[in-house]
């Protein structure tokens, strides 16, 4: 019976921990939702400087500054500007007529984002009628817009 009460206990202490990672995630937020109840932010609507954003959404802002950082590196993939197509040449055959059979690089963060789309050759101006590459809807996601 004793085993059945340390169990409980466990149990109890789990979901105890957890409520109250529920309730701290719940109080660091009520910032955020104050500005909101304010009216929001006082910028343009087309405004593109991250910067001008810190104060409004600085999780969000200091998220996004993070992804400087580009020292991350595992067995498969890094914050690096490694080409994959060199690494993994087997993918050239994977993607063949596609835009990315050409210039596929790591995924770096975001404030890297419009450097990496606008450099890249898969989204670059057609070349002649026949050739052609990928549009570049990368833009869609990657922009500051």
Request: glycine fraction near 6%; include cysteine.
């Amino acid at each position: 019976m004793k085993k059945k009460h340390w169990l409980i206990a466990g149990i109890l202490a789990i979901v105890t921990f957890l409520l109250g990672l529920l309730a701290n995630s719940i109080m660091n937020r009520s910032q955020e939702a104050e500005f909101i109840a304010k009216g929001g932010n006082n910028l343009p609507d087309q405004e593109c400087k991250n910067e001008l954003f810190a104060p409004f959404y600085p999780r969000q802002y200091d998220s996004w500054r993070a992804t400087a950082d580009t020292t991350f590196r595992s067995k498969y993939m890094s914050s690096q500007d490694d080409d994959l197509l060199a690494l993994r040449p087997e993918m050239v055959v994977l993607w063949a007529g596609y835009a990315f059979s050409k210039e596929y690089n790591a995924p770096r963060g975001h404030m890297h984002a419009i450097e990496d789309v606008t450099k890249i050759l898969r989204t670059g101006a057609p070349t002649d009628s026949t050739h052609s590459p990928q549009p570049g809807t990368c833009w869609t996601c990657k922009s500051p817009d």
